[in-house]
């Protein structure tokens, strides 16, 4: 008679490892958070519709009696033949572009849009492709349908350079490591539990090196204690982070763990007190001076 096997249990699920610009984000957040102050992104919001704008004003110009020497279709519908205004007009409308785009990126690095649709986050987060498109696309349009009438030598050369500035602005106008409020919601609570797991607050050194991708709780931590203190770098849990040290070193757990288990209380990395510290220190000095009698 076969024994029947019993089924082996789940493992637990691993926590989602956040994304560098996640934890820049995760890390702005709690910094406005502890000084009350939120950052003001709409003025880096504006300059990219500002940049937006200018692009499409190098791009479509219109014709309205003035001698300018800009607008890509005005300077083509005058003279077909002189197309290299032209061709310079669509690599400005292609530098505006990706530099509005990345003003825009800055913007949503910062306060990332709260919208749990996935198209609002995608439009949201990929703007900078989509505005390329809408000011490149009605160029091409116009190249290939209504201007029949123009020499093929100028047609080719600007649908070319067209297609290869549009390739690259769109290219540089994406957000490859979008970020969305929940996951930097879900970013901030996985680094405050694991901050508070191991019996670290705010203001508790930690370790890390120079080429390592973890932070040390432990300063003779067997992975770090044979490095060069030139490599090394103390300093709190936020300034690890700050520097892409997101994850607790897996040696510093088990030994941390170990030393609670045994009823030892694990020595913490000591940092130097911060001009900060000092200032509040003085600053909460009593204003006072106590009364001695001589009334002086």
Same mark, same amino acid.
Request: proline letters at 5%.
């Given at each position: 008679?076969?024994?029947?096997?019993?089924?082996?249990?789940?493992?637990?699920?691993?926590?989602?490892?956040?994304?560098?610009?996640?934890?820049?984000? !995760?890390?702005?957040?709690?910094?406005?958070?502890?000084?009350?102050?939120?950052?003001?992104? +709409?003025?880096?919001?504006?300059?990219? @519709?500002?940049?937006?704008? %200018? !692009?499409?004003?190098?791009?479509?110009?219109?014709?309205?009696?003035?001698?300018?020497?800009?607008?890509?279709?005005?300077?083509?519908?005058?003279?077909?033949?002189?197309?290299?205004?032209?061709?310079?007009?669509?690599?400005?409308?292609?530098?505006?572009?990706?530099?509005?785009?990345?003003?825009?990126?800055? !913007?949503?690095?910062?306060?990332? *849009?709260?919208?749990?649709?996935?198209? +609002?986050?995608?439009?949201?987060?990929?703007?900078?492709?989509?505005?390329?498109?809408?000011?490149?696309?009605?160029?091409?349009?116009?190249?290939?349908?209504?201007?029949?009438? %123009?020499?093929?030598? *100028?047609?080719? /050369?600007?649908? !070319?350079?067209?297609? %290869?500035?549009?390739?690259?602005?769109?290219?540089?106008?994406?957000?490859?490591?979008?970020?969305?409020?929940?996951?930097?919601?879900?970013?901030?609570?996985? %680094?405050?539990?694991?901050?508070?797991?191991?019996? @670290? *607050?705010?203001?508790?050194?930690?370790?890390?090196?120079?080429?390592?991708?973890?932070?040390? /709780?432990?300063?003779?931590?067997?992975?770090?204690?044979?490095?060069?203190?030139?490599?090394?770098?103390?300093? *709190?849990?936020?300034?690890?982070?700050?520097?892409?040290?997101?994850?607790?070193?897996?040696?510093?757990?088990?030994?941390?763990?170990?030393?609670?288990?045994?009823?030892?209380?694990?020595?913490?990395?000591?940092?130097?007190?911060?001009?900060?510290?000092?200032?509040?220190?003085?600053?909460?000095?009593?204003?006072?001076?106590?009364?001695?009698?001589?009334?002086?």
């Amino acid at each position: 008679m076969e024994e029947k096997k019993t089924p082996k249990a789940a493992a637990p699920a691993e926590k989602r490892k956040p994304t560098a610009a996640e934890l820049k984000t !995760a890390l702005a957040q709690l910094e406005e958070q502890e000084s009350g102050k939120r950052k003001n992104t +709409v003025i880096f919001r504006i300059l990219a @519709f500002v940049c937006w704008a %200018l !692009a499409a004003v190098a791009m479509y110009l219109p014709y309205i009696g003035l001698n300018l020497p800009f607008g890509a279709v005005r300077i083509l519908f005058l003279d077909a033949n002189n197309w290299v205004p032209v061709i310079i007009d669509i690599i400005v409308a292609g530098i505006l572009c990706v530099v509005g785009a990345r003003l825009w990126i800055y !913007a949503n690095h910062i306060h990332p *849009t709260k919208s749990h649709n996935k198209v +609002v986050q995608f439009i949201w987060n990929q703007l900078g492709v989509i505005m390329a498109g809408i000011i490149f696309a009605p160029l091409a349009i116009i190249l290939i349908i209504n201007r029949k009438d %123009l020499p093929q030598k *100028t047609k080719a /050369i600007v649908a !070319a350079v067209l297609a %290869l500035v549009f390739v690259g602005a769109s290219a540089g106008s994406a957000d490859y490591h979008p970020v969305t409020q929940d996951k930097v919601d879900e970013t901030v609570q996985q %680094l405050t539990e694991e901050a508070e797991g191991y019996g @670290f *607050t705010d203001g508790d050194g930690v370790r890390w090196t120079k080429y390592g991708n973890c932070y040390h /709780i432990f300063s003779d931590c067997q992975s770090i204690r044979n490095s060069n203190p030139d490599n090394c770098t103390d300093g *709190t849990i936020e300034e690890a982070v700050e520097s892409n040290r997101a994850r607790l070193c897996s040696f510093c757990i088990k030994r941390y763990t170990e030393a609670k288990e045994a009823g030892e209380e694990p020595a913490k990395i000591e940092l130097p007190s911060s001009v900060n510290d000092i200032v509040d220190d003085l600053t909460t000095l009593p204003t006072e001076v106590p009364d001695d009698g001589t009334g002086d």
